[in-house]
T-cell receptor, first 112, second 112 residues
Framework: DGGITQSPKYLFRKEGQNVTLSCEQN?????MYWYRQDPGQGLRLIYY???????QKGDIAEGYSVSREKKESFPLTVTSAQKNPTAFYLC???????????FGSGTRLTVV | EDKVVQSPLSLVVHEGDTVTLNCSYE??????LLWYKQEKKAPTFLFML????IEKKSGRLSSILDKKELFSILNITATQTGDSAVYLC????????????FGQGTRLTINP
């Protein structure tokens, strides 16, 4: 079955450490997205990528980095520069020019 | 700046009641408006609206878009406890690249 896999589901990190969240899709979608969700809030766009080896900053990119070396994969690194990283992170993908977005199950990151 | 605003942010009703959730938007290059239901993890798709005045219906849920006044409503009739969730409104925009802009979400709680 096609879909998006995010891992891990839960992640704990000490302050000052970088951590990488995985997002893999086998839908052959061109575009991939990373969103952050805080309690009581909607989803805010961190980074997105329309094609391999290209990505753009979203609304809250500071303290995050991404790469898109393969079509299937769009990992997100939460760096120590991100001041408030505890949140729920969702990855999504879509076919360019359509509105068929598919979401992963999310990673809940807690900084301890 | 693209903006999507949902109201109310939180709503508590009794089982059997009818609820109306609101979504207004100010975006450039509107493509469509989407409603999602989010219970624990990934948002699940409810409706996509592209044309004004045409109601989309699925069981007890329905939604309509007004592109002149820039808003949409999501109605749920005869609510059940299983309708308790966060309901997210998102607008699909193209500004160079295609992306979803989300509102803050409405947390709906249905009490038995």
């Amino acid at each position: 079955d096609g879909g998006i896999t995010q891992s891990p589901k839960y992640l704990f990190r000490k302050e000052g450490q970088n951590v990488t969240l995985s997002c893999e899709q086998n839908l052959n979608h061109d575009a991939m997205y990373w969103y952050r969700q805080d309690p009581g809030q909607g989803l805010r766009l961190i980074y997105y990528s329309q094609i391999v080896n290209d990505f753009q900053k979203g609304d809250i990119a500071e303290g995050y980095s991404v790469s898109r070396e393969k079509k299937e994969s769009f990992p997100l690194t939460v760096t120590s520069a991100q001041k408030n990283p505890t949140a729920f992170y969702l990855c999504a993908s879509s076919i360019q020019g359509t509105t068929g977005y598919t979401f992963g199950s999310g990673t809940r990151l807690t900084v301890v | 700046e693209d903006k999507v605003v949902q109201s109310p942010l939180s709503l508590v009703v009794h089982e059997g009641d009818t609820v109306t959730l609101n979504c207004s938007y100010e975006v450039t290059n509107f493509r469509s408006l989407l409603w999602y239901k989010q219970e624990k993890k990934a948002p699940t798709f409810l409706f996509m609206l592209t044309s004004s005045g045409i109601e989309k219906k699925s069981g007890r849920l329905s939604s309509i878009l007004d592109k002149k006044e820039l808003f949409s409503i999501l109605n749920i009739t005869a609510t059940q406890t299983g309708d308790s969730a966060v309901y997210l409104c998102a607008v699909d925009v193209i500004q160079g690249a295609q992306k979803l802009v989300f509102g803050q979400g409405t947390r709906l709680t249905i009490n038995p």
